[in-house]
């Protein structure tokens, strides 16, 4: 049986490979899947909000069921307020288990049970990405083609001479 409407929040600064790797199987489970990009991330972004989302676009295009929004705020409001039955999230290493397992069940508290969060591991390939580690990689040089989505590496070439 498929859900409905699944989340899949975050600050993707930039989309990785990681990341599309759990958006293309969490799609096959929903019959939406909602890329949610934080407006408000605790963390210091490099590329604009504008920049993000149209990373995404690109890297998402042609995949079935799959919307791409932004939001503000709390993310159990945001799930309860667009019908979120899932809330989905990519497992990399037990180091990610304590802190997903104090957000899954702080949006469980706050979303009143409505929506779930639901993990997939995250692809071995991909176990060691994250966004910070490819932005220090690419912007000092580094090879970082693969762990991003190829048009995502051929936007940020482009995009690079535009970087602080
Ligand atoms: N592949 C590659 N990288 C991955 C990954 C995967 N499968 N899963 C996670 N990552 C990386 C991310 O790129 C990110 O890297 P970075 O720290 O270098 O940027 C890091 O792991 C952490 O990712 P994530 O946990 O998704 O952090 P986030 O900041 O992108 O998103 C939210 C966190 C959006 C889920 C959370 O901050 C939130 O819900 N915010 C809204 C406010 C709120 O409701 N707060 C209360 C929460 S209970």
Do not use: W
């Amino acid at each position: 049986m498929k859900l409905k409407k699944m989340l899949y929040a975050g600050t993707f600064d930039p989309i990785t490979s990681g990341h599309l790797d759990i958006i293309k199987r969490a799609a096959e489970l929903a019959d939406v899947l909602v890329v949610g990009v934080l407006t408000n991330s605790s963390k210091r972004c490099h590329f604009t909000l504008e920049e993000r989302l149209e990373m995404i676009d690109i890297a998402v295009a042609g995949i079935d069921g799959v919307v791409v929004d932004s939001f503000g705020g709390l993310l159990a409001d945001y799930a309860k307020d667009n019908n979120v039955d899932a809330v989905v999230r990519g497992l990399r290493a037990t180091m990610d288990f304590e802190y997903e397992l104090q957000m899954a069940q702080m949006n469980a508290r706050l979303t009143g049970g409505e929506a779930e969060t639901l993990f997939l591991m995250t692809d071995p390939k991909y176990s060691f990405v994250s966004s910070s580690l490819i932005k220090e990689v690419f912007f000092l040089g580094g090879e970082i083609k693969g762990l991003v989505p190829d048009e995502v590496y051929d936007y940020m070439c482009l995009h690079r001479k535009e970087t602080k």
